[in-house]
């Protein structure tokens, strides 16, 4: 594996008749990390992906993996293994012999069929017909096609699908292996939960346009946890808060305060010390569902934290 790929989209827009399904995205996919792509269905996510890889011609704007078109890449199969679809697997080819022949096909021996075989944990169906597996298999069978050239780069569309809990965690850390060995990972899925616990960086489009595109750390950081409280005096609680430093307080349509950058125990001391009876508190998380559901509901009256593109 050639370690330090960078994928790179810059005005990306692609127009069907007057529709625009994207419109004007950019963003960066650097290696070495797991990059989720979310966004509602109609996004224009898969059409993204589809002009990355060369499938779809964009109306303007560039898409370059290594800083070349994927057209222009030498042996493309060996620099991206790519997975839009599960589905299109011949039924009455055997996992092994539907290997070999992609294997073949991209200038690799039989003998790479079964290592990327062994890669995704299907050793022991090898000769069962492709017809006969679960959708979670399927999945499988797929990521291994995707892997026979031993490529540095892996774009994949929606590959949870259909795997159970415990294929979901193994998926999770294959890719996260496969981060941490320098390889540069772009995934798009619905199961936010999940993206949430794989990737460091998230890009985030919604109605084509880029909403969103910076690190899980830094969502997190601009999405902060916040404690409500209930209390006699809200503002004198918020004033009593802010002599103590903790400065983000703000009273709710409800009259609750909603404190962020403290914890709990904290709040009660401070209000105890203040003489401000408190009647209830509840900590209130913020999760990446949460926000992509605020992202994407609508339109944007102004851009939110991490905004990156959009046109100028």
Known sequence: MAAGVYLEVHG????FGSVPAVDYVSFVVPPGSVTG?????????????R????????????ATIGGRPFRQLDRPANVVGAVLDSLSLHPKRTALSHLKIFASAIGEPDSRAQQALSLVGLDDVARRRADTFSLGMRQRLALA???????????????????DPEGIAWLREFLRSFARNGGTVLISSHILREIEQTVDNVVIVSRGRLAYQGSMA?????????????AADPAGLATALAAQGITDAQV?????LAIAGAAEAQIAYVASASGIAIFGMIAEQVDLEQVFLSMTSGQFAAPPPGYYGGRP
């Open 12 to 15: 990306l827009t692609k127009k």
């Open 37 to 49: 792509f979310l966004g509602p269905n109609g996004a224009g996510k898969t059409t993204t992906l």
């Open 51 to 62: 002009m990355l890889l060369g499938l779809v011609t964009p109306s303007a704007g560039t």
């Open 145 to 163: 096609t995707a892997l026979l050239g031993n490529p540095s780069v892996l774009v994949l569309d929606e590959p949870a699908n259909g795997l």
């Open 218 to 230: 830094d969502l997190r950081r601009a999405h902060r946890a916040r404690v409500l409280v209930a």
């Open 252 to 256: 709710q349509f409800d009259g609750r």
